[in-house]
């Protein structure tokens, strides 16, 4: 048995959840989903990667629940079970002193959202709890250098949200987020499908057609897909075909939003940091960052170059890593205060 559990980063996203142990690296990736029993909820039937191969085909009884939406905590005891669950498949549950929790927590939710997150990672067995705003955690992780006096841009796209951030000597000058991220996308995809062809389709299959047919700028060579849902008028599985070109105008408005967010925040960036965000560019990170065409989108509407980070959906727990792994000495230069603390 343990007596001091290692320090743990947990990046507690919409979509997907990254644990990071200090000295070990990311050794949790899995969907932010729990499926539980319908009659009892804390009867838990599966989480993350399991749960995820039974969303949209649960029986009755049983139930999948999204704990999260657009960054926020909209089931607490769901975010309980799974972040006990996540952390003792990361550390296991022999130690007598709990570990330090180092989480992730989007821009500009409200404070008692914020509450949310440290509370939740309290009861779920953390002994401190230290928060860290997505964007500053998502720079961190792609190596940018936050404590250099040069402003740096990040845009973190995630599944939920939005996060974009000017960072400068160690913190977060202006930062703005947009409840708009990969599952608005998703979303836009069935509502499109549902008016141009009055087939229903299943978030799993949106998901899908987005990654194989999506693109931020229209595609130049047309591909196509066949789909499979549920014909609106007759109530009986169907199939169509549809194409990038479709596919590119229904999640032509999210991808806008997305654009409009970091014009918000470069419009109110102080002169001389944004000449160096010009200079230095902007850095995309998240699994929307991966959307094909989004780096040239906003390049080519911006005229400002556009980075994608190496690892995108590693970066925010990457660098709750880099905090972990060098929290001493951070404290020790006074280099902490992007930390919230409960
Ligand atoms: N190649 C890809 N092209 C387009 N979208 C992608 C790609 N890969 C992943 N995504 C999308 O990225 C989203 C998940 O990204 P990520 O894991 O960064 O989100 P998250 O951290 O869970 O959410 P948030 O930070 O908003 O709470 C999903 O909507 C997924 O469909
Ligand atoms: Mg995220």
């Known amino acids: 048995m343990a007596f001091v559990a290692h320090d743990l980063g947990i990046d507690l996203g919409t979509s997907n959840t990254l644990v990071y142990v200090k000295g070990k690296g990311i050794v949790v990736s899995e969907p932010t989903i729990v499926v539980v029993e319908s009659s009892n909820e804390r009867r838990v039937r599966a989480v993350g990667d399991d749960a995820k191969i039974m969303l949209g085909r649960t029986t009755e009884g049983v139930m999948a629940v999204r704990p999260m939406r657009e960054g926020v905590i909209t089931d607490f005891d769901m975010t309980q079970i799974l972040l006990q669950y996540f952390t003792r498949k990361a550390i296991g549950s022999s130690y007598l002193v709990k570990p330090r929790l180092f989480l992730t927590y989007p821009c500009s939710i409200s404070g008692i959202e914020r509450r949310a997150v440290m509370e939740a990672a309290k009861y779920s067995g953390g002994r401190k709890v230290f928060l860290v705003e997505k964007p500053f955690a998502a720079a961190l992780g792609s190596g940018l250098p936050v404590f250099d006096p040069s402003g740096c841009m990040i845009v973190d796209i995630g599944g939920g949200t939005t996060d974009v951030s000017v960072i400068s000597l160690g913190g977060v000058v202006i930062s703005h987020s947009i409840r708009v991220g990969g599952i608005k996308m998703d979303e836009a995809i069935i509502n499109f499908i549902k008016r141009e062809f009055n087939i229903l389709i299943g978030d799993r299959t949106a998901e899908e057609v987005k990654l194989d047919l999506g693109a931020a700028l229209p595609i130049r060579e047309e591909r196509r897909a066949r789909i499979r849902g549920r014909d609106m008028v007759t109530n009986l599985p169907q199939t169509t075909e549809i194409t990038s070109t479709q596919i590119y105008q229904a999640i032509h408005e999210p991808c806008m939003a997305i654009l409009s967010a970091i014009k918000w925040v470069l419009e109110r960036t102080l002169p001389e940091l944004a000449a160096d965000v010009m200079h230095n560019g902007i850095y995309i990170t998240g699994g929307g960052s991966l959307l094909y065409g989004m780096d040239q989108m906003i390049a080519s509407e911006l005229g400002i170059p556009v980075l994608l980070a190496k690892e995108p959906m590693d970066c925010a727990a990457l ?24």
């Open 319 to 342: 660098g709750l890593g880099n905090i972990i792994e060098n929290f001493d000495l951070l404290q020790h230069l006074g280099r902490t205060s992007f930390l919230k603390q409960g």
